[in-house]
C-alpha cells in the first residue's frame, strides 16, 4: 500500500507522506467503522450503547483534522474539547456543540457506578441520527484522500454508492428523509437521573419530537414523590 497521499480539508490541499499519512488514514478507518456501528446500534434501539460510539466516531474524526492542521493529537475522548482545538487552526468546520457536549455526557454512561449525584441524559433516536448524520458528511466532505493513482474511497463511501441501507436509511445528510419528516415519527427516546444514591431510568416512544434541542432534563422532579419525562410518551 502506498503511503504517500493527499488530503484536503476545506478546500485547502496538504501533502502528507510516510507515517503521517497512514496515521491519518487509520483515524479516518477507525471513525467510519466506530460510525457505522453507531448508526446500526441507533437503530436498531440501543440509544445508551449507540450515543457511545457516536462519541467515539467523532473524537476519530475530529482527531483525523487535528493532524491534518498539524497539531498533536491529544489522548482524550471529549469531541467538544478535540472539536475546539480544531477551531482554534483555523477550520471553518461548524458542528453543534450541543450535540457533542451530548455524547460527552453519554460516554460517561460506560460505567454509571461513577456517576455523581444529579446527573441526569436525554437521548432521542431521531435526534440522534440527524446530528450524527450531519456532523459525519460536514467532516467526510472536506478530507478528500489520495495518492499517487488517484483518490481513495473509503468504505463509508462506497457504501454510499451502493446506496446501502444500513447507512442510507432514515439519512437526512444523504437526502434520504428531511429533517421534519424523521422528527415527525415516533421515536425511541432514553432518559435517565441520579438522584440521592438512586438511578431512575425509562425507556419509551413519543409520538413526535417538538424540541430538536439537546438541553431536555430527564425525570425533572416535581414533587418528593413525582417527576416529569422529557417528552410524552406515546
Known amino acids: 500500500m502506498r503511503t504517500d497521499g493527499q488530503l ?9 507522506t510516510g507515517k503521517e499519512a497512514r496515521m491519518l488514514l487509520h483515524w479516518l478507518t477507525w471513525a467510519d467503522t466506530d460510525y ?3 448508526r446500526r446500534l441507533l437503530t436498531d434501539g440501543l440509544l445508551l450503547q449507540g450515543a457511545a460510539l457516536a462519541n ?15 497539531e498533536k493529537v491529544v489522548r482524550l475522548h471529549d469531541p467538544l474539547v478535540i472539536y475546539k ?4 487552526c483555523g477550520s471553518s468546520l461548524e458542528l453543534d456543540e450541543t450535540f457533542l457536549e451530548l455524547l ?8 454509571p457506578d461513577d456517576i455523581e449525584d444529579g446527573y441526569n441524559l436525554v437521548l432521542s433516536q431521531a435526534l440522534l441520527l440527524d446530528a450524527l448524520d450531519q456532523s459525519v458528511k460536514s467532516i467526510s466532505d472536506r478530507v478528500v484522500v489520495g ?7 473509503s468504505k463509508v463511501q462506497l457504501l454510499v454508492e451502493q446506496r446501502a441501507p444500513q447507512l442510507c436509511s432514515l439519512n437526512t445528510a444523504l437526502g434520504s428523509i428531511t429533517k421534519d419528516a424523521l422528527l415527525s415519527q415516533p421515536s ?16 419509551y416512544i413519543t409520538e413526535r419530537i417538538e424540541d430538536a434541542s439537546f438541553g431536555r432534563e430527564g425525570f425533572v422532579q416535581k414533587s418528593d414523590r413525582s417527576f416529569q419525562l422529557a417528552y410524552l410518551p406515546k
Open 36 to 38: 457505522l456501528a453507531a
Open 8 to 16: 484536503e480539508e476545506g478546500g485547502r490541499a496538504i501533502n502528507v
Open 56 to 70: 467515539t466516531a467523532l473524537e476519530k474524526y475530529l482527531k483525523a483534522l487535528l493532524s491534518l492542521h498539524g
Open 188 to 203: 425511541l427516546v432514553f432518559e435517565c437521573r441520579f438522584l440521592l444514591g438512586n438511578y431512575m431510568g425509562a425507556e
Open 104 to 111: 460527552g455526557k453519554s460516554y460517561r454512561m460506560r460505567y
Open 85 to 88: 482545538k480544531v477551531k482554534e
Open 147 to 153: 495518492n499517487l493513482d488517484g483518490a481513495v474511497k
